[in-house]
């Protein structure tokens, strides 16, 4: 599925995988964390740059495929023509949700949004009257 930024994330929910194409600018970084729980796969699809995990740092390029392993962080550096990939690893499994005061430590309630989540693919709806999920096309929870 296509996202808002140019991108495009794996859908649906019995999956047992994560994959999303990534488009960084020229001469940009991209950081992220690697997952805690399973390896990471990059094959870039277009453009080049530099992949640092770890204490390793390495050149992409247009069809390379890279490894980052669990845990710790990945910062890839786009080149001067930008850089896009496709990032494959094991599905992430969101943590447990905070308490009330976890969340809240000074008082106050939480924003409800829940009527605003697609219950098909978990994307926010962001105008203040959608009806239908602009993402996957489901109807929003009334």
């Given at each position: 599925?296509?996202?808002?930024?140019?991108?495009?994330?794996?859908?649906?929910?019995?999956?047992?995988?994560?994959?999303?194409v990534?488009?960084?600018?020229?001469?940009?970084?991209?950081?992220?964390?690697?997952?805690?729980?399973?390896?990471?796969?990059?094959?870039?699809?277009?453009?080049?740059?530099?992949?640092?995990?770890?204490?390793?740092?390495?050149?992409?390029?247009?069809?390379?495929?890279?490894?980052?392993p669990?845990?710790?962080?990945?910062?890839?550096?786009?080149?001067?023509?930008?850089?896009?990939?496709?990032?494959?690893?094991?599905?992430?499994?969101?943590?447990?949700?905070?308490?009330?005061?976890?969340?809240?430590?000074?008082?106050?309630?939480?924003?409800?949004?829940?009527?605003?989540?697609?219950?098909?693919?978990?994307?926010?709806?962001?105008?203040?009257?959608?009806?239908?999920?602009?993402?996957?096309?489901?109807?929003?929870?009334?």
């Amino acid at each position: 599925m296509a996202t808002e930024d140019g991108g495009w994330q794996l859908g649906g929910t019995e999956r047992q995988l994560d994959a999303e194409v990534v488009q960084v600018a020229p001469n940009r970084e991209f950081a992220s964390p690697a997952p805690e729980s399973g390896d990471l796969l990059l094959y870039v699809t277009r453009g080049n740059g530099h992949l640092e995990s770890g204490s390793r740092l390495e050149a992409v390029d247009t069809g390379c495929v890279s490894w980052v392993p669990p845990g710790g962080r990945y910062v890839l550096t786009a080149g001067p023509e930008g850089l896009a990939f496709l990032a494959v690893g094991a599905r992430a499994v969101a943590p447990p949700s905070p308490t009330p005061e976890e969340a809240h430590p000074y008082g106050g309630e939480p924003a409800c949004l829940l009527h605003r989540v697609c219950t098909e693919c978990g994307r926010l709806a962001t105008g203040l009257g959608d009806r239908y999920c602009a993402r996957c096309g489901t109807p929003l929870p009334s």
